[in-house]
């Protein structure tokens, strides 16, 4: 287990591990829209993570993605996270033995930041927060604080991705 704290990113410590996979055990995290109608079974109204929880080297590692992890029972694996209650939650992994990468897109996320940051602002030049009304300066600060977010972790996911190729 090596621990690597990237000089672009200082505020995140990830952590980098390398093994044969086992006791993989695999679920899907399923949440339901509560205004979905009760006759319609689209996907639309459903939100799906694939979780994955195995041990490498005698850690414990989880993985929440919204596809399937391509991983079995004995394969090497490479794997860049974030330690959270002893477990490493990981944010993009190679599958050594099936040839496969993946991680989330970052780009997508900050392009949602940016989208969030673009309503900000729109709300900072409207009249009422101009005139100091609470409820515009509540949801102004409620927008930078998810557009930050976003940005935050997507800046983490291709902190984790570049040390997984480098």
């Known amino acids: ?3 690597v704290k990237p000089s672009q990113f200082p505020y995140a410590s990830l952590v ?5 996979v086992g006791k993989l055990d695999n679920s899907v995290l399923e949440y339901v829209n509560p205004e979905k ?3 319609d ?16 080297n005698e850690h ?12 079995q029972n004995g394969d090497v ?23 496969t990468q993946h991680s989330e897109n970052w780009a997508v996320l900050i392009l949602g930041a940016i989208f969030f940051l673009a309503v900000a602002i729109g709300l900072l030049n409207s009249e009422l927060v101009l005139e100091g009304a609470v409820i515009p300066r509540l949801f ?7 557009a930050l977010y976003m940005g935050y972790r997507a800046f983490l996911i291709r902190e984790a991705v570049k040390l997984l190729q480098g």
């Open 77 to 99: 694996v490479r794997v860049v996270g974030q330690t959270k209650d002893r477990t490493l939650q990981v944010l993009a992994y190679i599958n050594e033995t099936q040839q």
């Open 41 to 56: 079974h689209s996907s639309v109204y459903y939100k799906r993570f694939f979780v994955s929880k195995f041990e490498l």
């Open 140 to 146: 102004l600060i409620g927008f930078c604080i998810v």
């Open 1 to 3: 287990m090596s621990a």
């Open 16 to 20: 980098t591990l390398s093994g044969m």
């Open 60 to 71: 414990l590692i989880e993985a929440q993605f919204s596809s399937p992890m391509a991983i």
């Open 37 to 39: 109608p009760t006759h």
